[in-house]
């Protein structure tokens, strides 16, 4: 499967955003999982949430929960990260991933994850 994720820009804290992971090759459906992952400067990517496509169950990490929700677009084979009361510590490049199968107690490892998108940049000023 290929994936390009898109939507980044330039906002303000406490505004919306939503990033789009297009699916190419294979259905969202058919995917074991599909997940969010950030990155700035210096540190380490870091996991954003999940999409377990086969039960419809998402998971989002602490430090974003209430805020982002995922969600998918089966007719556009999308799955989306919706952002919104966006901080400023936010910021950074935003990158999809996907696996065939779901890796139990592993989905928020970067290395399990062999399909990747380029990543999308979010700026947050304050």
């Known amino acids: 499967v290929q994936l390009q994720a898109s939507g980044g820009g330039l906002v303000q804290a406490g505004d919306s955003l939503r990033l789009s992971c297009a699916a190419s090759?294979?259905?969202?459906?058919?995917?074991?999982?599909v997940s969010w992952f950030r990155q700035t400067p210096g540190r380490e990517r870091e996991f954003v949430g999940y999409?377990?496509?086969?039960?419809?169950?998402?998971y989002l990490t602490d430090s974003v929960q209430g805020r982002f929700t995922i969600s998918r677009d089966n007719a556009r084979n999308t799955v989306n990260l919706h952002m919104n009361s966006l901080k400023p510590e936010d910021t950074g490049v935003y990158f999809c991933?996907?696996?065939?199968?779901?890796?139990?107690?592993?989905?928020?490892?970067?290395?399990?994850?062999?399909?990747w998108g380029q990543g999308t940049q979010v700026t947050v000023s304050s």
């Open positions: 999409l377990r496509p086969g039960l419809s169950r998402t």
């Open positions: 090759g294979r259905t969202i459906s058919s995917l074991g999982i």
């Open positions: 991933a996907a696996r065939y199968n779901f890796p139990v107690g592993a989905y928020a490892r970067v290395d399990i994850y062999s399909n």
